[in-house]
């Protein structure tokens, strides 16, 4: 939708939600462009492919974390690349498939008759007609999803067979800035890796909600424990010191979390987010306060992965989930302070 569009419709709109599935207001979707796509299986099935290797074992390696595909994964990995055999203009870049869900990089290299919903749609056909062919009523893929879906509680609705391989929609994200396409083509290598360490430390990615603090209320991924450590301390920096104190600062911040403290911060200055740099690299115990909200299916950012993992992590998000990011206010800075404090004391 134009921009002009969305602002005629927008007093009609009601209360705006957030979603993962709204487009770019003022986006040309037909013209060049990149994108990295999302799509999740209907019910989250994992019918795509079994996780296997070693969560210990690095990229590269023959036992690594890595997705084995099933015959229908196999069969829309083809679709996939078939894209450009429909639309000539769309140039499928990478694909990592998941057991219940793909992400994609696709280059439309010039302007479209279509938009790319389009092309998307008629490459989630192709993916259901290769569903409906391998899950016949006596296939046996078939009997695995329904077994599935009994086995987590599914609806009679959830367990009904249909043609529809994917949920409505997908997520896109546009291409903006230089260095982003290798950021997302590690993302995509890096996914095995994240979804076995997610299974080997379940609880410490799993989003808890409702965790209360003194007056506050958060989300929370990661080791929750940490709130109980005896000795908390608040990393608060102002935005003016030097990078002569900065270094002082981390040197005295990592001394402290060296001899046993649990360091607290929302890293907004400069100096805080050096610590929290510094922090990470030493392998030492933090809590994080973001601003960014979490859903259900959220997750650490690539580069808390592992620290999360090892128990030495917590993010704590005050705020409700948003799809877009607003601004960060000087408010919310002050806010983010408090509840820092507030964390210490408790």
Known sequence: MDQLSFEKHKPFAGEKKPSMHRRRVGHDYEARCIYLITMTVEGRRPILGTLLGDVSESEGSPDAPRVELSPLGEAVKQCWQSIPDYYPEAK????????????????????????????????????NKCYRELCEPEGRLLQQCRGIENKEGGGEEDKRAHGFLFSRNYNDHILDGAGEL???????????????????????????????????????????????????????????????????????????????????????????????????????????????????????????????AEGRFLILAPWEHQNQRIPLTRDMCMQLNDMAAVICAD
């Open 92 to 127: 499928p870049l990478a694909l990592q498939l998941m057991p219940d869900h793909l992400h994609g990089i696709i280059f439309i290299t010039r302007a479209m008759q279509q938009h790319l919903g389009i092309v998307l749609k008629g490459f989630k056909a192709g993916c």
């Open 182 to 308: 290798e950021r997302w083509f590690q993302y995509l290598r890096d996914n095995p890796r994240r979804l076995a360490i997610r299974q080997a430390h379940s609880d410490y990615f799993r989003v808890r909600f409702g965790v209360a603090i003194g007056p506050y209320t958060f989300a929370a991924i990661g080791n929750r424990f940490l709130l109980h450590h005896p000795e908390r301390v608040q990393v608060q920096c102002s935005r003016s010191l030097s990078d002569e104190l900065v270094a002082a600062t981390v040197e005295q911040m990592l001394a402290r979390a060296r001899k046993g403290a649990v360091l607290v911060s929302p890293a907004i200055s400069k100096g805080e987010q050096a610590v929290m740099r510094a922090m990470l690299e030493a392998r030492l115990p933090l809590i994080f306060l973001t601003p960014w909200g979490f859903n259900t299916f959220s997750r650490p950012g690539h580069q808390y992965y592992e620290a999360c």
